[in-house]
């Protein structure tokens, strides 16, 4: 298996612009979480996705966020406007349970606004 | 609000010695408890997981969980230069839609 995957590695945007962060879980897992970590507050639930629907967005700081699953293979976090207070690394993980057995974090996205 | 607390660290040990990761909790239905290893630069990675009181051994690492006193540690016997990293403690209440809960983490620094 292949793990979780992100796209981009690594993004440079300037203030204003449309940023859109991509992830694919592991095949199998119902559920999807989008989290942000920074030094100051650490990782950040966001989001959470199980079987495709959107289960709880407490954590996204505004309506500049928004994510979006069209399928089990696939979600999407897109911020706009980006702000320079959004950057940080982004970490998409899924797991085939809320909580009870871990979840299984992808490499992140390193994003910076300028 | 839901909060795990752990000490920033660094924790710096020498090589071959023990070294001892803290956590506390807040939520006293919490259920489910984990231990997460980041290298710099890296994501996160799950290395241990207990759900009852007591210890549980895997290889060099031990994880031990007090409910009563809503305390979760873990001991990394042998610590070696290759163990430096941040441990983030993650917390599940399992209640409702309840999600893990991330400390911040502590920095552990292991000199050869």
């Known amino acids: 298996d292949a793990g979780v995957i992100q796209s981009p590695r690594h993004e440079v945007t300037e203030m204003g612009q449309e940023v859109t962060l991509r992830c694919k879980p592991i095949s199998g897992h119902d559920y999807l979480f989008w989290y942000r970590q920074t030094m100051m507050r650490g990782l950040e639930l966001l989001i959470y996705?199980?079987?495709?629907?959107?289960?709880?967005d407490s954590g996204m700081p505004e309506d500049r966020f928004s994510a979006k699953m069209p399928n089990a293979s696939f979600s999407t976090l897109k911020i706009q406007p980006s702000e320079p207070r959004d950057s940080a690394v982004y970490f998409c993980?899924?797991?085939?349970?809320?909580?009870?057995?871990?979840?299984?974090f992808g490499s992140g996205t390193r994003l910076t606004v300028v | 609000q839901k909060e795990v607390e752990q000490n920033s660290g660094p924790l710096s040990v020498p090589e071959g010695a023990i070294a001892s990761l803290n956590c506390t909790y807040s939520?006293?239905?919490?259920?489910?408890f984990f231990w997460y290893r980041q290298y710099s630069g890296k994501s996160p990675e799950l290395i241990m997981s207990i759900y009852s009181n007591g210890d549980k051994e895997d290889g060099r690492f031990t994880a031990q969980l007090n409910k009563a006193s809503q305390y979760v540690s873990l001991l990394i016997r042998d610590s070696q230069p290759s163990d430096s990293a941040t441990y983030l403690c993650?917390?599940?209440?399992?209640?409702?839609?309840?999600?893990?809960?991330f400390g911040k983490g502590t920095m552990l620094l292991v000199s050869p």
């Open positions: 993650a917390v599940n209440s399992n209640s409702g839609y309840s999600t893990l809960t």
């Open positions: 993980a899924s797991s085939p349970y809320r909580g009870n057995y871990g979840y299984t």
């Open positions: 996705f199980n079987n495709n629907v959107p289960i709880d």
């Open positions: 939520d006293r239905g919490s259920q489910s």
